[in-house]
């Protein structure tokens, strides 16, 4: 018999459409293994990871992540959030560049002020409650 | 060989909050002084009628809805959405029915109503236009993906929130003489560099106006256009251009690398450059946008645009005057309005029918529409032409 599948959701106003192949990268991330993805054929990686390669449109499979500094490319500190996320308002998106040059959004959850662009991050893993989950900055 | 196509009329409704109306009789205020200048329904092949979000009425299939309230039930009608860009995406659409000769002459025209959800839910739809798996579940707003270009910006070039001021400082001091604006009404530079922030480094004064309105055109094939006017405004340029769906995977966030594209493709098929443009009208979305806006259409070399705002050089009575018509942030921003409003506004100044003379610009040959969609996933750049 097939194991029940957990329902997990990815982000703080998730997005309800779950796949297998995403259901896996939240399966990992629950884990709090981030997954990228790579193409079967032309080896080209992506983060976040994609089922179908950008390039070449073959498979791709989900591989961890493993880089864990990034550099803040930039930011903003959203004041008047979208209807969903208004009670969490002001937090902090920023995109991330690994060494590697692949990038992550998500936000940083620890600043105290705001932050400089360029400055150091470091990856992390957040369960937010107990069917979402997410990865995100600290500095 | 395609035929020749000119923009023979144009109507606007009033911008605002328009509690008085939906989306029907937003429509019927653009639509009316195109048909009194001549354009009756009679004499219009097909249409084009768009909206970028039916989530903020509920109603579906709107094109048969405004076709059937403007009395063309029976003519052929469609809807093009690409977000802020659907004005233009629909001139462009259109355009390419005129030119390869299946319909002579068609009605363009563009709407949103907005006012009828609050701030909140509005922000939260327009949210939904990223990425719905890795944006979405963030929270980044329409505001927040500008703001992510503004803090990288003000970064590579060290460049104070200020300067952003002064643009809504020129929107506000043109949208004060449009009787058909949003905000008619002026602000001070230090009320625009300290108003409450909406998404840092962004705040009130930086952000386009959540606004219901419509605007529309007449085209018509060459042979057609005296039939209508002796003042034609030829399109001669038509650029298009698209950018990565997240924003993270732009390889600039200094610039709309689909906006570059788009102007040199209309400029290549005009077989103009930007110092010959009379007047621009530039998608300022957010302060932040127009200052791009001067980088990606060449007025400005990249990290100089600033100068061209501090030297009051883009005002109407000066080198190249940009969105004298106070822009989306003081005229409004009914998305799918939008790109014909600018297109509206190029014709009205090319006539020398400004709405308030006090903002006329002198003589103008050659007009620029520069529209931009989401955060530049979707870019249309129109070169339009004096055609007397
Ligand atoms: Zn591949």
Not at chain 1, 52 to 79: G, P, W
Not at chain 2, 87 to 100: E, K, N, P, Q, Y
Not at chain 2, 136 to 143: N, R
Request: glycine share 8%; net charge negative.
């Amino acid at each position: 018999m097939m194991s029940e599948k957990k329902e997990l959701y990815l982000g703080y106003s998730s997005d309800k459409a779950v796949t297998p192949f995403f259901q896996e990268f939240l399966e990992a991330l629950d884990q709090e293994k981030l997954m990228k993805s790579v193409c079967t054929e032309c080896g080209t990686e992506f983060l976040p990871p994609r089922q179908h390669c950008q390039k070449c449109i073959s498979l791709c499979e989900l591989k961890e992540f493993t880089e864990t500094e990034a550099k803040l490319r930039s930011y903003v500190v959203v004041d008047f959030a979208p209807e969903s996320l208004t009670s969490k308002a002001p937090y902090v998106v920023a995109i991330g560049e690994f060494p590697s040059g692949l990038r992550l959004t998500a936000h940083i959850t620890n600043l105290m002020s705001v932050p400089e662009v360029g400055m150091a991050l470091k990856l992390a893993f957040e369960h937010i409650d107990d069917k979402k989950l997410t990865y995100k900055f600290l500095v | 060989m395609a035929r020749k196509v000119a923009v023979v009329a144009a109507g606007h409704s009033k911008f605002g909050k328009r509690y008085d109306a939906t989306m029907r009789e937003l429509c019927a205020e653009a639509y009316k002084p195109i048909y009194d200048a001549g354009v009756t329904q009679d004499k219009i092949d097909a249409t084009v009628l768009s909206y970028a979000a039916s989530q903020f009425t509920g109603q579906g299939a709107g094109s048969a809805l405004m076709a059937d309230y403007l009395g063309l039930q029976n003519i052929p009608h469609l809807r093009v959405e690409s977000a802020c860009t659907t004005g233009t995406a629909s001139l462009r659409a259109a355009w390419g029915m005129v030119a390869a000769g299946l319909y002579d002459v068609m009605l363009v025209l563009g709407v949103e109503q907005m006012n009828r959800v609050s701030s909140a839910v509005a922000t939260e739809y327009m949210s939904q236009a990223g990425d719905m798996r890795w944006e979405y579940p963030y929270g980044i707003s329409f505001p927040a993906f500008y703001a992510l270009m503004a803090s990288r910006y003000m970064y590579e070039y060290d460049m104070p929130h200020e300067v952003l001021s002064r643009i809504s400082v020129k929107s506000h001091h043109y949208g004060a003489q449009n009787p058909k604006a949003h905000l008619p009404r002026e602000v001070t530079l230090e009320e625009a560099n300290n108003a409450v922030p909406i998404c840092r480094p962004l705040n009130l004064y930086d952000c386009s106006l959540i606004t219901d309105g419509a605007a529309g055109v007449v085209i018509a094939a060459e042979d057609r256009v005296k039939e209508f006017t002796d003042q034609p405004m030829w399109i001669t340029g038509i650029g298009a251009g698209a950018s990565a769906m997240m924003i993270q995977d732009r390889e600039s966030l200094t610039s709309i690398p689909g906006a570059k594209r788009a102007a040199k493709a209309a400029y290549d098929m005009a077989g103009v450059g930007p110092k010959d443009l009379d007047m621009v009208q530039v998608h300022d979305c957010f302060s932040i946008a127009e200052l791009i806006a001067y980088e990606d259409l060449g007025l400005a070399e990249p990290g100089k645009g600033r100068e061209l705002i501090e030297n009051k050089e883009v005002y109407h009575d000066s080198r190249i005057p940009v969105n004298c018509d106070g822009g989306l942030k003081s005229k409004g921003h009914p998305l799918g309005a939008t790109g014909l409003s600018m297109t509206y506004e190029i014709l009205k100044q090319m006539r020398g029918e400004a709405e308030n003379q006090s903002r006329q610009i002198d003589d103008v040959k050659i007009g620029l529409a520069h529209n931009v969609g989401q955060s530049g996933q979707f870019v249309n750049v129109f070169i339009f032409e004096r055609g007397w």
